[in-house]
């Protein structure tokens, strides 16, 4: 772990994660949620069975975690509302690997699984933000995350070819309701990736693609726990696998 300097921020992550232990979830009216601060958590690793072999595992967190985050309520919405997304620069995604945890409420909850296209200028600028869907799975449940402050780790493959800078990352399935899971968040990284959730209309942030620390639950975030498996691997990639975005349009 990286030493804490600003005592201010550790004073007030202390006091976000006693109240969270003390009162429990925030009503859904809430949106926006985070776990708080914690040096206490503890990597659970994917079960065995390698996904992607062959492949080189991009990451743009330190390797640990300090917190959660997560949209619930009207914080997601249709068609991708409440995403999270992290950039990445190979020509070729295998498969996804998420951090997540969660609060007591998984209840076999869904995510689709995306890659997207980059977009240099950003909204707003500077950039990159996550651009045209390039590859979707849809109606994957990632199983039970582990109990905060444990965090699992789960792979997915999607074979996706993208020719360049990309986002990886995911939407979770749960419009106007309780979350499922929380994305692992590093909060004392060197912030070297691109962190980015879609923010929703109509509750008072900036709407579209954004940094999470542009609201203030999430304004500690300097990495998300997104990770690619980069490279071919071992895909077959499929029609099941990989959708243009002319067709993810038409499912909504």
């Known amino acids: 772990m990286h030493e804490r300097l600003e005592s201010w921020g550790t004073r007030g992550r202390l006091l976000l994660t006693t109240s969270f232990l003390l009162f429990g979830p925030v009503p859904l009216g809430a949106n926006p ?7 206490s958590t503890v ?4 079960p065995e069975g390698e996904v992607c072999p062959g492949t080189t595992l991009l990451q743009q967190d330190d390797g640990d975690f300090e917190s959660g985050y997560t949209w619930e309520g009207a914080g ?4 991708d509302y409440g995403s999270w997304a992290e950039c990445y620069t190979s020509d070729f ?3 996804i690997q998420l951090l997540l945890t969660q609060d007591g409420r998984y209840d076999g909850q869904t995510m689709d699984l995306y890659v997207w296209g980059s977009v240099a200028e950003g909204n707003p600028p ?7 869907a390039l590859c979707v799975i849809r109606d994957v449940d990632p199983g039970p995350p582990a109990d905060w402050p444990s965090i699992s780790t789960h792979d997915f493959q999607i074979c996706c070819p993208t020719g360049g800078p990309h986002f990886v990352g995911f939407w979770p399935n749960w419009p106007g309701a309780g ?3 929380y994305i692992a968040v590093d909060e004392n990284g060197a912030g070297d990736g691109c962190p980015r959730t879609k923010s929703p209309p109509e509750l008072g942030y900036d709407t579209g693609w954004i940094h ?5 639950l999430f304004s500690h975030c300097r990495d998300l726990g997104i990770r690619e498996h980069a490279g071919i691997g071992d895909c077959q990639a499929t029609p099941s696998r990989r959708m243009t975005w002319g067709r993810i349009k038409g499912l909504y």
């Open 33 to 39: 949620r985070s776990l708080g601060y914690s040096e």
């Open 43 to 46: 990597i659970v690793p994917a």
């Open 76 to 79: 997601v919405q249709p068609p």
């Open 93 to 95: 995604v295998c498969g």
């Open 126 to 132: 500077p950039g990159p933000d996550p651009g045209n």
């Open 179 to 181: 979350p499922g899971w």
């Open 212 to 216: 999470p620390n542009q609201i203030g």
